[in-house]
C-alpha cells in the first residue's frame, strides 16, 4: 500500500519555482485514511466498564441548547481580534483587527469583523432612531428600522476595508513583525442585507442636479462622509443585517450606509442623515483623514474604491512550518471595482508565478479564497501573491507603489506582501 | 441598477395583482414607507456645514475668548507644540492641532489644522459635532466660533481680534487650499502604479 509520504513527484509536477505545485495533488491526492484499528482478541479476564478510557464529554450529557450559541471555552481568548493599546491614555482612534490568519472561507465571523471607531460605539436604541433623506430632493423623508423593514430587501456579499490597512508598509524601514493580523486585519467580508439605497433616493424625488450626498451618524462624533450619487444610484444600501442577523453595534447598529468597494469609512455607521446636494461636504474625514500624502507635497483626496490586493493567510508569519513537506498555501483576494480575475504564487520572491485556484463563486466586491500546493523541501523562500481584478488591474510591487506615491501615503497600501521561509521553517515579513 | 431592477421586480408583482386579483383601488409602483420628515426631524440630525459657509449658525467670537475656552475644554489633550509635543505617530497626531507649516511631504511632516486643513469651515464644522472629545455639542455657536477662531490665530493665518461668524469664517483661506488632488473618479495618471 503506498501511502502519501511516499508519493512520487517528479518535474513535471512543479508548476512554478521552489516547489509550487501541480493543483492535482490536493484534487484527488490520496487523503483517504488508511488507518487500521488494531485488532484485539483480549481476554475477557477482567472485566471493566465499556467506557473506560473515553473523555467526559463522551460519557456524561451535555449542556441543552442556548438561546444565543457561543464559541467553544476552548476558542475563547484564542481566536480574537488584535486591539492595539491605547496611546498615551487614550487613543485615537480604537480599532479592532480581523485574525485573518485563524479563519477560513471567505466570510468573517461578525465578532471579528475588524472595526475602527473615531468617538466610541453608540449604544443606540432602534425603537427612536430614524434616518432622514433632504436637500435636493421633491420630499424630505424619514424612515425608522420598522419602516425599513417592509422593503424588497438585497443580500450580497462585500468586503469592508479600512483604507489604513497596512498603513505600516508604507514607511516603516523595518518591516512589521507583529502577526499578519497588524498588517493586513482591518479587512473583513459579510453577507449584508439592506435596502437600496436608489429605492429610498427614488422615493423623495433626486433633483437632476445632485452631485453627492453628505452622510452623517449618530455617534458623538456624527462622523460624516460625501458619497458621490452616482455611486449611491448604483449599489449602495441601507444595510440591516449582517450575516443574517441584525448588524452589530460596532457595525452601525440599528443601519448603516453600505458602499460596496469603497473605503471603509465612507459606510457610514448608525446613519441619521443623508443630505442631497451639488458638492461634497469636505469633512473630517476626506480632508484631515482618509486622504493619501504623496511626494510632491500633494495629497489624494476622495481615493474612495479600494484597490486590488491580496494577501497570503497561510502559512504566514504566526503560521510557522513545522516540518518539511507538502503545504496548502492559501490566502485572500479581492478588488473595490468588482471581481478577482486570477490570483498568482511565487516561492521564489518573484522570479517565477504560477496561477493559484482561485475558489468560487467568485462575488463582486468580495474576499476571494485562493490556494495552491506547495512542497517545502526545507530551503529559504520568499512567498508571494498577486492578484489581478476583472478589469485587469494588477495588484503592484512595493517598489512600483512607492515610485508611484512616495512613503508618506498612510493609506491605500496594497502591494504585494512577502513572507520569507527560512531553513528552520520560520515565517518573517520581508520587503521584497 | 439595482433599484431599476428592483422598481422592474415591484411592478411585475404589481402588474398581477391587478391582473388576477382586481384589486380596484390606485396603490403606488413601488413600496413607499417613508414618513414627511418636518425641518426639526432634520434640524437634530444635520450638522453639516460646508466650504462655502452653508450651514453655517449665527453667533460669533475671536481668538481671545477663544483661548480661555480652549484652555478649560481642549488643553488636557490638545498639545500646544513646541514645549509639549505630540505623543502619537506623526502621520496621524491629531492631539496636535497647531505649527508644522511648509512640512507637508517634507520627511518631518506634521499635518495639523493650520499646516493641512484645505477650508476654515471644516475646523467649525467638526469641533462642534465631536469635541471637547467626551462631551460633543456641549457649547454654544457662539463658543465654537470662538474656538475656531483661536485655532486659525495661533496658526498664524487670522488676527486676535478678528470676529468670525457666518459671513467671515468662509472667507479665512487655509496655506494648503491647494494642496489635494481628486482621485473620483480616476487616480490621476501621474500617481497611478506602472
Known amino acids: 500500500m503506498t501511502d502519501k509520504k511516499t508519493m512520487i513527484v517528479d518535474a513535471t509536477d512543479q508548476v512554478a519555482g521552489n516547489g509550487l505545485m501541480s493543483r492535482r495533488f490536493f484534487m484527488n491526492s490520496a487523503l483517504a485514511s488508511t488507518a487500521v484499528v488494531a485488532g484485539g482478541s483480549a481476554a475477557f479476564a477482567q472485566e471493566t466498564s465499556v467506557g473506560e478510557g473515553q473523555e467526559d464529554w463522551t460519557l456524561y450529557p451535555g449542556d441543552d441548547a442556548p438561546e444565543y450559541g457561543d464559541v467553544s471555552q476552548f476558542e475563547k481568548g484564542r481566536v480574537k481580534k488584535f486591539v492595539a493599546p491605547p496611546v498615551g491614555g487614550r487613543t485615537a482612534s480604537s480599532a479592532g483587527r480581523t485574525p485573518l490568519h485563524m479563519l477560513h472561507g471567505t466570510i468573517t465571523p461578525s465578532g471579528l469583523h475588524f472595526e475602527v471607531t473615531h468617538h466610541g460605539v453608540p449604544d443606540v436604541n432602534p425603537d427612536i432612531h430614524k434616518v432622514v433623506i433632504h436637500g435636493m430632493v421633491d420630499r424630505p423623508l424619514k424612515w425608522g428600522v420598522e419602516d425599513l423593514e417592509n422593503y424588497p430587501t438585497v443580500t450580497r456579499q462585500y468586503f469592508m476595508e479600512c483604507s489604513g490597512n497596512t498603513r505600516v508598509n508604507w514607511a516603516q524601514p523595518k518591516p512589521d513583525q507583529n502577526f499578519m493580523y497588524m498588517t493586513h486585519g482591518l479587512v473583513s467580508g459579510s453577507e449584508w442585507t439592506g435596502v437600496p439605497l436608489s429605492t429610498l433616493l427614488d422615493e423623495a424625488g433626486v433633483s437632476p442636479d445632485a452631485k453627492w450626498i453628505i452622510a452623517e451618524g449618530g455617534d458623538s462624533g456624527s462622523l460624516s462622509r460625501s458619497i458621490p450619487i452616482e455611486k449611491a444610484m448604483d449599489d449602495s444600501m441601507v444595510a440591516l443585517y449582517q450575516n443574517g442577523e441584525r448588524i452589530r453595534p460596532s457595525q452601525g447598529y440599528p443601519m448603516r450606509v453600505l458602499n460596496p468597494g469603497f473605503e471603509g469609512n465612507t459606510s457610514v455607521k448608525w446613519i441619521r442623515s443623508l443630505y442631497v446636494t451639488d458638492k461634497p461636504v469636505m469633512s473630517r474625514f476626506e480632508t484631515s483623514k482618509y486622504t493619501d500624502k504623496l511626494h510632491d507635497g500633494k495629497s489624494l483626496q476622495f481615493s474612495l474604491e479600494m484597490d486590488v490586493k491580496s494577501v497570503i493567510t497561510r502559512p504566514s508569519n504566526a503560521i510557522e512550518l513545522k516540518k518539511k513537506g507538502m503545504y496548502e498555501i492559501t490566502g485572500l483576494a479581492w478588488s473595490g471595482k468588482g471581481k478577482i480575475a486570477k490570483v498568482e504564487v511565487s516561492a521564489d520572491g518573484g522570479r517565477t508565478w504560477a496561477d493559484a485556484m482561485v475558489e468560487g463563486p467568485v462575488h463582486s466586491k468580495m474576499l476571494t479564497r485562493f490556494r495552491i500546493p506547495w512542497m517545502w523541501k526545507g530551503m529559504p523562500a520568499v512567498l508571494q501573491s498577486r492578484a489581478t481584478d476583472e478589469f485587469g488591474q494588477v495588484q503592484p510591487s512595493r517598489k512600483a507603489l512607492l515610485a508611484a506615491r512616495g512613503k508618506k501615503a498612510y493609506y491605500h497600501y496594497h502591494a504585494v506582501h512577502s513572507w520569507s521561509v527560512n531553513a528552520r521553517g520560520k515565517v518573517r515579513h520581508v520587503y521584497a | ?194
Open chain 2, 1 to 194: 441598477m439595482q433599484g431599476g431592477k428592483f422598481a422592474m421586480y415591484m411592478r411585475k408583482i404589481l402588474l398581477s395583482a391587478l391582473l388576477f386579483g382586481g384589486a380596484q383601488t390606485t396603490i403606488a409602483q413601488e413600496p413607499q414607507f417613508g414618513e414627511p420628515a418636518t425641518q426639526a426631524d432634520i434640524d437634530k440630525r444635520f450638522w453639516a456645514v460646508f466650504p462655502d459657509g452653508e450651514n453655517l449658525p449665527d453667533g460669533q467670537g475671536t481668538a481671545v475668548a477663544g483661548a480661555m475656552l480652549f484652555e478649560d475644554n481642549c488643553h488636557a489633550c490638545h498639545k500646544n507644540p513646541p514645549d509639549e509635543p505630540s505623543e502619537l505617530d506623526p502621520e496621524d497626531a491629531a492631539d496636535v492641532l497647531f505649527g508644522g507649516h511648509g512640512t507637508i511631504g517634507t520627511d518631518g511632516s506634521l499635518a495639523t489644522v493650520g499646516s493641512y486643513w484645505p477650508y476654515s469651515a471644516t475646523v467649525f464644522n467638526y469641533v462642534r459635532r465631536a469635541m471637547p472629545y467626551t462631551a460633543p455639542m456641549s457649547l454654544t455657536n457662539s463658543e465654537y466660533y470662538s474656538l475656531t477662531a483661536y485655532l486659525l490665530y495661533k496658526n498664524g493665518i487670522i488676527e486676535e481680534n478678528t470676529v468670525m461668524d457666518k459671513d467671515s469664517l468662509p472667507k479665512v483661506e487655509m496655506p494648503n487650499k491647494d494642496g489635494f488632488v481628486s482621485a473620483y473618479p480616476e487616480i490621476p495618471e501621474k500617481y497611478r502604479t506602472k
